[in-house]
């Protein structure tokens, strides 16, 4: 079983604050699941980010080699 973190250890991982894992969760784009109870908080799964960043990277990467092209 993968590794399970909350959002601040996410947004750790990813060099971004608490509220923009959050709102990444809320747009889809990366997968969370939402424990029971009133604090509504998210949980991930370590490979999960740590896939996300690494396609973040690669566009990034893809993205610097196209402007240095041209």
């Known amino acids: 079983?993968?590794?399970?973190?909350?959002?601040r250890e996410a947004?750790?991982?990813?060099g971004v604050d608490?509220?923009?894992?959050l709102k990444l969760v809320r747009e889809g784009?990366?997968?969370?699941t939402k424990l029971p109870?009133?604090?509504?908080?998210?949980?991930?799964?370590?490979?999960e980010v740590e896939h996300y960043?690494?396609?973040?990277t690669a566009e990034r990467d893809?993205?610097?080699e196209t402007r240095a092209a041209s």
């Open 53 to 56: 960043k690494a396609a973040l």
């Open 18 to 21: 608490r509220s923009w894992v």
């Open 11 to 14: 947004a750790a991982l990813l």
């Open 29 to 32: 784009a990366l997968g969370a």
């Open 62 to 64: 893809a993205y610097d």
């Open 1 to 7: 079983m993968s590794e399970v973190i909350g959002a």
């Open 37 to 47: 109870g009133r604090t509504g908080s998210y949980v991930f799964t370590r490979a």
